[in-house]
């Protein structure tokens, strides 16, 4: 089959699958065989534009839904997505290449917002002050902001989604996606179940494509707020366009995560957490930890520990019970593959180097095995950029000082973790260390839906995390309302700024 001959995968516009007419076209993979099993449409503008029209005529009626048929929709949703997210488990398996138990778990924390969100009345009401000055209350709305887009990344097509879907969604808004063109199905799929779930036409678009597609949204009046989850020059990018044009605006960007091990800490615990957090999903997750920082005399055994691990690892296609799978192109895992040449030039020491290793599944399909590499410097580039992927590096330090230092020094502040079994010390590291999800003794610390997930530094920009009690605030606008009833004893001409009485 030519690639002209494959399906291409369509926008989700109006309530239903809407094949693409730009004539642009990108190969979507199976990472695991190696060769694309579809495409997907670009949008150009004049897509983009009748989805932003589709997504603002289905508004009004959505924001005017009463909360109880807003929540019996959620409510639906979350019964059919729980039913079947097997099914979803196979396509992101299929498209981004992570074991299909690992898929399972992204929508598992997927379907947790969509749980927060069926109980989304307690979190938008609003408060009421009675005779705030004689016969005179004051009240607030919490309302939706209308059209909103979310611009998500390739490494979550379920989860990042899901972050935000239900919580706009729930709260009254029209929410156009753009889901990252690299596995682009799952999102067509989750608008067709929250179709079967009873959501109105046009209150969930998908809309695929590029750059054309996310700057139709940073560019379109109707546009209230923007959503973005990916890399950090181009989260910087969504942030400033999107506040230049008077949008309210979320952007999480990359991450660089260390894992910080303190002498007293249960090595074997710290090890299995390490193989874990390094290589599952093959290090592509903004909470992989890609550092570990040993504070001596740790590092020797440890890194025994970690190797042992690695070499009853099972790397091959994710449908095939492997515990991890390929990355996510061929581009994408020779640049990764690319950092080991950087680590030898600059004098670390591979410990174990992923290229060329045995694979369970094709022989074209995206591998690179994990990568462990030791004594890293910090001026090196594998330790300052984000290189995301199965490579994890050490870096050895004297004191736990120095290793918070380290830390701090660093340009994210997304995820961190600290190994010990001193509480003091672990209760100091939370005061002290400058990132925004902290696990102790907890090596991929992604907080429940309650809360919210976000970073500091280049990790977000704006102001809001997501979900949990930000996501309400960020997708709704709050008004005050001042009222009084009419009555006789009220009236009276008085010129001077209104004062509580
Ligand atoms: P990416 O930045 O390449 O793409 C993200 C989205 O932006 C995609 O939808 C893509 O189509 C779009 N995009 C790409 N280039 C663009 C441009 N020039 N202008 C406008 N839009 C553009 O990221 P990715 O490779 O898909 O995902 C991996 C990155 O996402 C990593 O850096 C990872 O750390 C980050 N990430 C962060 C979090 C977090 O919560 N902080 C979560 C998941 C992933």
């Given at each position: 089959?030519?690639?002209?001959?494959?399906?291409?995968?369509?926008?989700?516009?109006?309530?239903?699958?809407?094949?693409?007419?730009?004539?642009?076209?990108?190969?979507?993979?199976?990472?695991?065989?190696?060769?694309?099993?579809?495409?997907?449409?670009?949008?150009?503008?004049?897509?983009?534009?009748?989805?932003?029209?589709?997504?603002?005529?289905?508004?009004?009626?959505?924001?005017?839904?009463?909360?109880?048929?807003?929540?019996?929709?959620?409510?639906?949703?979350?019964?059919?997505?729980?039913?079947?997210?097997?099914?979803?488990?196979?396509?992101?398996?299929?498209?981004?290449?992570?074991?299909?138990?690992?898929?399972?778990?992204?929508?598992?924390?997927?379907?947790?917002?969509?749980?927060?969100?069926?109980?989304?009345?307690?979190?938008?009401?609003?408060?009421?002050?009675?005779?705030?000055?004689?016969?005179?209350?004051?009240?607030?709305?919490?309302?939706?902001?209308?059209?909103?887009?979310?611009?998500?990344?390739?490494?979550?097509?379920?989860?990042?989604?899901?972050?935000?879907?239900?919580?706009?969604?729930?709260?009254?808004?029209?929410?156009?996606?753009?889901?990252?063109?690299?596995?682009?199905?799952?999102?067509?799929?989750?608008?067709?179940?929250?179709?079967?779930?009873?959501?109105?036409?046009?209150?969930?678009?998908?809309?695929?494509?590029?750059?054309?597609?996310?700057?139709?949204?940073?560019?379109?009046?109707?546009?209230?707020?923007?959503?973005?989850?990916?890399?950090?020059?181009?989260?910087?990018?969504?942030?400033?366009?999107?506040?230049?044009?008077?949008?309210?605006?979320?952007?999480?960007?990359?991450?660089?995560?260390?894992?910080?091990?303190?002498?007293?800490?249960?090595?074997?615990?710290?090890?299995?957490?390490?193989?874990?957090?390094?290589?599952?999903?093959?290090?592509?997750?903004?909470?992989?930890?890609?550092?570990?920082?040993?504070?001596?005399?740790?590092?020797?055994?440890?890194?025994?520990?970690?190797?042992?691990?690695?070499?009853?690892?099972?790397?091959?296609?994710?449908?095939?019970?492997?515990?991890?799978?390929?990355?996510?192109?061929?581009?994408?895992?020779?640049?990764?593959?690319?950092?080991?040449?950087?680590?030898?030039?600059?004098?670390?020491?591979?410990?174990?180097?992923?290229?060329?290793?045995?694979?369970?599944?094709?022989?074209?399909?995206?591998?690179?095995?994990?990568?462990?590499?030791?004594?890293?410097?910090?001026?090196?580039?594998?330790?300052?950029?984000?290189?995301?992927?199965?490579?994890?590096?050490?870096?050895?330090?004297?004191?736990?000082?120095?290793?918070?230092?380290?830390?701090?020094?660093?340009?994210?502040?997304?995820?961190?973790?600290?190994?010990?079994?001193?509480?003091?010390?672990?209760?100091?590291?939370?005061?002290?260390?400058?990132?925004?999800?902290?696990?102790?003794?907890?090596?991929?610390?992604?907080?429940?839906?309650?809360?919210?997930?976000?970073g500091w530094k280049q990790s977000l920009f704006g102001d809001a995390k997501a979900y949990g009690v930000h996501g309400f605030e960020f997708f709704t606008r709050e008004k005050a309302v001042t009222s009084r009833w009419l009555d006789p004893s009220h009236g009276g001409i008085n010129l001077g700024f209104p004062q509580t009485k």
């Amino acid at each position: 089959m030519s690639d002209t001959d494959l399906p291409v995968i369509p926008h989700y516009i109006g309530g239903r699958r809407t094949p693409s007419t730009s004539g642009r076209l990108a190969p979507v993979y199976d990472p695991a065989i190696g060769t694309a099993s579809a495409n997907v449409g670009l949008a150009d503008e004049a897509e983009v534009a009748a989805a932003i029209d589709s997504a603002a005529a289905a508004f009004p009626a959505w924001r005017d839904t009463s909360i109880a048929k807003r929540q019996q929709v959620m409510f639906a949703f979350r019964e059919l997505l729980n039913a079947r997210k097997g099914d979803l488990a196979e396509i992101v398996t299929s498209e981004h290449g992570k074991v299909v138990s690992d898929a399972l778990g992204e929508i598992t924390r997927g379907l947790e917002v969509v749980e927060l969100a069926t109980g989304f009345p307690h979190l938008i009401k609003g408060e009421h002050s009675e005779n705030v000055s004689t016969g005179v209350d004051v009240y607030s709305l919490k309302q939706p902001l209308g059209v909103v887009g979310i611009v998500s990344p390739f490494n979550f097509p379920a989860m990042v989604p899901l972050w935000f879907l239900p919580v706009a969604i729930a709260a009254g808004n029209a929410v156009v996606l753009k889901p990252s063109e690299k596995d682009p199905s799952a999102a067509v799929w989750l608008a067709e179940l929250f179709t079967e779930a009873g959501l109105p036409d046009g209150v969930f678009t998908v809309l695929q494509g590029d750059k054309v597609a996310v700057d139709g949204l940073l560019e379109h009046p109707e546009v209230q707020a923007i959503s973005f989850v990916g890399s950090t020059p181009i989260a910087r990018y969504i942030y400033e366009t999107a506040a230049k044009n008077g949008k309210r605006v979320q952007a999480l960007g990359g991450a660089k995560n260390h894992m910080l091990v303190l002498p007293d800490a249960d090595l074997d615990l710290v090890a299995d957490a390490a193989v874990n957090a390094g290589f599952g999903s093959a290090g592509e997750r903004c909470m992989a930890i890609s550092v570990i920082v040993a504070v001596e005399p740790v590092a020797d055994e440890l890194i025994a520990k970690v190797t042992e691990r690695v070499a009853g690892l099972r790397i091959g296609d994710g449908r095939r019970n492997c515990d991890m799978g390929p990355l996510i192109t061929r581009e994408h895992r020779d640049k990764v593959a690319s950092y080991i040449d950087v680590a030898i030039a600059d004098g670390a020491d591979v410990v174990i180097d992923g290229r060329g290793i045995e694979v369970d599944g094709a022989a074209d399909g995206f591998w690179l095995g994990p990568t462990l590499i030791d004594r890293v410097s910090t001026s090196s580039r594998v330790y300052t950029e984000e290189i995301f992927g199965p490579v994890l590096s050490v870096v050895r330090v004297a004191t736990y000082e120095e290793g918070v230092e380290l830390i701090n020094s660093g340009a994210f502040g997304n995820g961190t973790a600290i190994f010990t079994n001193d509480g003091g010390a672990a209760r100091r590291f939370q005061n002290e260390v400058q990132v925004g999800m902290i696990g102790i003794n907890v090596p991929i610390p992604v907080p429940v839906a309650y809360y919210s997930f976000g970073g500091w530094k280049q990790s977000l920009f704006g102001d809001a995390k997501a979900y949990g009690v930000h996501g309400f605030e960020f997708f709704t606008r709050e008004k005050a309302v001042t009222s009084r009833w009419l009555d006789p004893s009220h009236g009276g001409i008085n010129l001077g700024f209104p004062q509580t009485k």
